[in-house]
């Protein structure tokens, strides 16, 4: 009998130029550049060109793709009402980006390409973030400005600030950071969705449904909750150890592919680090290094064996917190990079043509008879 691999683990699926993942070493390949040398230096929409057409831009064309983007910021009617009913309905900023994505397909008809719809749907979907966090907070939102890049706009939507160049940096090593990850959760939905030929808006709402998990892409805000919870550097152990006795998981440790620290994790560390520097987020950051180091001793003692090391939604939290950006904002943030990826994927997908579509081994019963419950309880009756 054929054996079933639980959680597809270590199933190879399918070919991919986007990115390439060394569990063993901590290696992290995107589009054939290493992860150390593209996120800390690329524009993001220079990541966004290498990912959806193979190359860097020339300065034409990355002048031509931030022009495309800004046109494509502003939200229908339709969209903001969406936003404001869910916000006083006090929905998740998850959800609501959900909700709100689906909609851009109101703009949508039979002519519209992959293309044109990934291109709306990354530049709209800061724009809904940041429109549904004022809404939440009743602020007016702010409308995108057209001079600012992608990264900076967001920012600047938020809190009505033009951002100073070190943020604008680090938001952009940031998202480049986690554009795309092989075949993870969400991106593998986005590719599901895609080899049914549906439409590219499509694949992106259910990838979007995927990363929200605390499993996946829902792990960083809980991480950053479990540092300040511990408050103090001598706080750390007893907490950890307390919470791993309940048989709790610690968020932004151990990883599917990952069996040693998550390159990312480094990058993301780095970027911190520089933020956190001269500012008041210097504690916090002494801190985090504090809570790594012991659960990563703690780790090791209660589930030898298990190579559960630092993944990146741990500095993600610490460095999206030295950004300034509140909890309820580092899912979606994760999801305005990883939408690049998920779109790469699905363009790749669709070059293949393929259906994925594996099977089950079906373990229910095969020796029933056919008798209506409810008919019996009639006839008693
Ligand atoms: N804390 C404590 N124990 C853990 C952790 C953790 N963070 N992660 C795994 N374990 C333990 C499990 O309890 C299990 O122990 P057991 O053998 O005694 O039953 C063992 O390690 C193996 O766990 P699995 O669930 O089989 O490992 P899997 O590869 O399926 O899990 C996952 C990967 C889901 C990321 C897991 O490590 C986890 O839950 N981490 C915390 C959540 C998190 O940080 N998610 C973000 C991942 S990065 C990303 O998706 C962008």
């Given at each position: 009998?054929?054996?079933?691999t639980h959680?597809?683990?270590?199933?190879?699926?399918?070919?991919?130029?986007?990115?390439?993942?060394d569990?063993?070493?901590?290696?992290?390949?995107?589009?054939?550049?290493?992860?150390?040398?593209?996120?800390?230096?690329?524009?993001f929409?220079?990541?966004?060109?290498?990912?959806?057409?193979?190359?860097?831009?020339?300065?034409?064309?990355?002048?031509?793709?931030?022009?495309?983007?800004?046109?494509?910021?502003?939200l229908?009617?339709?969209?903001?009402?969406?936003?404001?009913?869910?916000?006083?309905?006090?929905?998740?900023?998850?959800?609501?980006?959900?909700?709100?994505?689906d909609?851009l397909?109101l703009?949508?008809?039979?002519?519209?390409?992959?293309?044109?719809?990934?291109?709306?749907?990354?530049?709209a979907?800061?724009?809904?973030?940041?429109?549904?966090?004022?809404?939440?907070?009743?602020?007016?939102?702010?409308?995108?400005?057209?001079?600012?890049?992608?990264?900076?706009?967001?920012?600047?939507?938020?809190?009505?600030?033009?951002?100073?160049?070190?943020?604008?940096?680090?938001?952009?090593?940031?998202?480049?950071?986690?554009?795309?990850?092989?075949?993870?959760?969400?991106?593998?939905?986005?590719?599901?969705?895609?080899?049914?030929q549906?439409?590219?808006?499509?694949?992106?709402?259910?990838?979007i449904?995927?990363?929200?998990?605390?499993?996946h892409?829902?792990?960083?805000?809980?991480?950053?909750?479990?540092?300040?919870?511990?408050?103090?550097p001598?706080n750390t152990?007893?907490?950890?150890?307390?919470?791993?006795?309940?048989?709790?998981?610690?968020?932004?440790?151990?990883?599917?592919?990952?069996?040693?620290?998550?390159?990312?994790?480094?990058?993301?560390?780095?970027?911190a680090?520089?933020?956190?520097?001269?500012?008041?987020?210097?504690?916090?950051?002494d801190?985090a290094?504090?809570?790594?180091?012991?659960?990563?001793?703690?780790l090791?003692?209660?589930k030898p064996?298990?190579?559960?090391?630092?993944?990146?939604?741990?500095?993600?939290?610490?460095?999206?917190?030295c950004?300034?950006?509140?909890t309820?904002l580092?899912t979606p943030?994760?999801?305005?990079?990883?939408?690049v990826?998920?779109?790469?994927?699905?363009?790749?997908?669709?070059?293949?043509g393929?259906?994925?579509?594996?099977?089950?081994?079906?373990?229910?019963?095969?020796?029933r008879?056919?008798?209506?419950?409810?008919?019996?309880?009639?006839?008693?009756?």
């Open positions: 009998m054929t054996e079933v959680g597809l683990e270590g199933v190879i699926a399918a070919e991919t130029r986007l990115s390439r993942v569990g063993e070493v901590g290696e992290l390949i995107l589009a054939g550049y290493p992860l150390e040398e593209l996120a800390p230096n690329a524009r929409e220079e990541t966004l060109h290498l990912f959806w057409h193979g190359e860097l831009p020339s300065s034409n064309q990355l002048s031509r793709l931030q022009s495309e983007l800004a046109e494509c910021r502003t229908r009617a339709a969209t903001q009402y969406l936003i404001l009913a869910s916000t006083d309905a006090k929905t998740s900023m998850m959800d609501i980006l959900r909700m709100a994505t909609s397909s703009k949508t008809d039979s002519s519209t390409t992959p293309r044109d719809a990934a291109l709306r749907v990354t530049a979907m800061p724009t809904i973030i940041a429109n549904a966090w004022r809404r939440s907070r009743d602020e007016e939102p702010i409308s995108p400005d057209d001079d600012l890049g992608h990264a900076a706009n967001f920012l600047y939507m938020l809190d009505g600030q033009v951002p100073s160049d070190e943020r604008v940096r680090a938001l952009e090593t940031y998202l480049n950071t986690v554009v795309d990850h092989g075949f993870n959760a969400s991106t593998f939905t986005a590719r599901v969705i895609a080899s049914t549906s439409d590219l808006i499509s694949a992106v709402v259910g990838a449904g995927a990363l929200k998990g605390p499993l892409g829902g792990a960083p805000g809980p991480a950053l909750d479990m540092v300040f919870e511990i408050g103090r001598e152990e007893a907490y950890l150890r307390e919470k791993l006795a309940r048989g709790e998981r610690l968020m932004g440790f151990g990883h599917r592919v990952y069996k040693v620290r998550d390159p990312r994790a480094e990058v993301l560390a780095h970027a680090a520089q933020l956190a520097a001269s500012g008041e987020n210097r504690a916090l950051y801190l290094l504090k809570v790594e180091s012991v659960a990563l001793q703690l090791e003692e209660l064996g298990r190579r559960l090391k630092t993944n990146v939604e741990f500095y993600t939290a610490l460095l999206l917190h950004l300034g950006l509140p309820e580092f943030t994760f999801a305005l990079a990883r939408v990826g998920w779109c790469a994927h699905a363009f790749e997908q669709l070059e293949e393929r259906l994925i579509r594996p099977r089950s081994r079906y373990v229910g019963p095969t020796d008879v056919w008798a209506s419950p409810s008919r019996e309880q009639e006839s008693v009756a």
